[in-house]
């Protein structure tokens, strides 16, 4: 692969975030206290996303149990539940006149069923203030557990999501407190549970993980039954995060973009700003 400096390439480019749609949605967030993982992690596209009136809600607060190596969402002792989250996230959907939505969480370790109850009740009130909106849930592991898993998907998401993140060797620098493996279970226990769903993950690239072991990555994943996948370049938030080893040119995104659909992957968005939930409403109709 070809070796690039890490100063920040010519092809990573972001638009100020701005306009109208963008300071609708963020007063409408901030009207009904709730939280985005565009915001929380710092997303490159937010400014693109919000421009489409699309956003990735972020239920369970704003303080994660498990300080990720490359995760900006802040780290600490998480509040208590919040029982009315549900219907915000509902109404905030209907407001926004959503087609699609995308629901994820902190890491509540804290909690018995790390949060499952809450996504299910977002997934129901959802759907209670705006039928016929399609749904992708981006989970945490929930330390494996199944019966997690099942009281998420008995409510019924269209899209289940369980970021890998990164290759196997990395894991433990990158996603402390996860298991390569155990993200792979998780997720191929949701096709199990229910054979007709969309299943997904997404992995970030320039930790310092090699060619074949991104190929193994992907190996792994198909395995694992997984139809949809992202591939996007991993960009520090602060000095305190992971370092970028290096930069992937545009030409090997579309390299690992045509390495996934050879092996069977339905859809794939690589490319360097791609995120978990880019372009997300086209995945639900894969």
């Not at 985005?36 to 997303?43: F, S």
């Not at 040119?249 to 700003?273: C, I, T, W």
């Amino acid at each position: 692969m070809i070796t690039i400096s890490p100063e920040r390439p010519s092809w990573i480019k972001v638009r100020a975030p701005g306009g109208p749609n963008y300071t609708e949605l963020k007063t409408l967030m901030r009207s009904l206290e709730l939280h985005t993982v565009c915001e929380e992690a710092h997303c490159p596209n937010i400014g693109e996303c919000w421009g489409h009136r699309t956003a990735t809600f972020m239920i369970l607060g704003d303080t994660c149990t498990r300080a990720c190596g490359f995760c900006a969402v802040k780290t600490g002792r998480p509040g208590a539940v919040d029982w009315m989250e549900p219907e915000r996230v509902g109404r905030a959907a209907e407001q926004m006149g959503l087609k699609h939505i995308v629901v994820t969480s902190v890491n509540r370790d804290d909690l018995a069923d790390g949060g499952a109850a809450i996504f299910a009740a977002t997934i129901r009130k959802i759907r209670q203030h705006v039928p016929g909106c399609t749904i992708e849930v981006l989970t945490p592991d929930f330390e494996g557990q199944k019966a997690s898993l099942e009281v998420v998907l008995k409510a019924e998401p269209d899209v289940f999501n369980h970021n890998l993140e990164t290759v196997e060797r990395l894991t433990k620098a990158v996603r402390r407190r996860a298991k390569y493996h155990r993200s792979l279970q998780v997720l191929s226990t949701a096709k199990e549970l229910r054979p007709g769903l969309r299943t997904k993950s997404g992995v970030m690239v320039g930790l310092g993980e090699t060619r074949e072991e991104l190929s193994q990555t992907l190996r792994d994943l198909r395995a694992a039954q997984v139809d949809i996948l992202t591939v996007g370049q991993y960009l520090r938030p602060t000095p305190k995060h992971l370092e970028i080893v290096r930069y992937y040119h545009p030409d090997e995104f579309a390299e690992l973009k045509q390495e996934a659909l050879a092996l069977g992957f339905r859809h794939v968005e690589s490319g360097p700003l791609v995120r978990s939930s880019y372009h997300a409403h086209e995945h639900a109709q894969v």
